[in-house]
């Protein structure tokens, strides 16, 4: 019984194994078809390659392409330290565009309220109206429930300009007692173990979540290729317009949206931090640092920069 036990074990770790390594190679053949054939998952006017868009979104194949190109860019990055330099930049400078034009949404945010409330308390009006000729008019509480559309905005879409800044809160226990090299091994750690992990977690439910605000029938993670294309047959956008009140805010298909950019944009971070931290492991203490572009609050308080 036990030797049976034990051979059902390892029968199954062979065959994970082996699994895992048929999807990296076919991952390969995947990607060449998809950018060879577009028109199957791009022309949006056909509803088949909607649903295949929707299937490949989330699909196991899709990851396998990521995580494949993933490991292709690292070992061409081990050989060439420069090469990999280049890519900690580019999306560290990615992060940092985003997130710099994204958090003017907290000044949108402010001055709308302003405004609601002067429209509100001082003109005693319901409703705000914008334009000329045919104006843009809408009632107050939609705008003021708007205003959670912008904090999601910098919520998400600053998220990883936050991390390049140093600026997340931080618990620190032995982090800041321990060697350079050891920082740098935890950091690794942290991008494999937690970024990673994490980010694929909340696309893998987000990018559903979102498809299912947007057409019917509802698509499901457990559908198949085949099922989906089949119920594109009846397939009809049917973007989420539902609003908490009557005259509310009624485009929270956004939120998913941002829920969906939100992953993406962590799971590119990890990366960038992956590398950083296996740069800054093999130069030592001096490269630690090395290229990053960091806000500046000014002449003097260089003490508070990265300190929240």
Known sequence: MQDENGFSFFGALWNGLVWFVQNIAEAFYNFGYAITHPQLWLDWSDKEAIMRFVYYGGSVEFFFVVFTIFLVLTVIGLYYRNFMWGMVRGLEGFANTTGRFFAWAGLLMVLQQIVIVFMQRIFTRPDIAFGLGIPLQLDISWYAEELKLYNAMVVCLCCTYTFVQGGHVR??????????????????LGSLLFMMPMAVLTWMYGWYFMWRHLIVPKPSASDTLDRLVMKSRALRWNVETIGFSPNGFNAYFLFKVLLVLFAGMVFLHAIAFLYRSYLEYVEGPDSAGKYLDKDSLGEGEEAFEGVH
């Open 171 to 188: 618990v620190d226990l032995i982090y800041a007692g321990i060697s350079h090299r050891a920082k740098r091994v935890i950091d690794m």
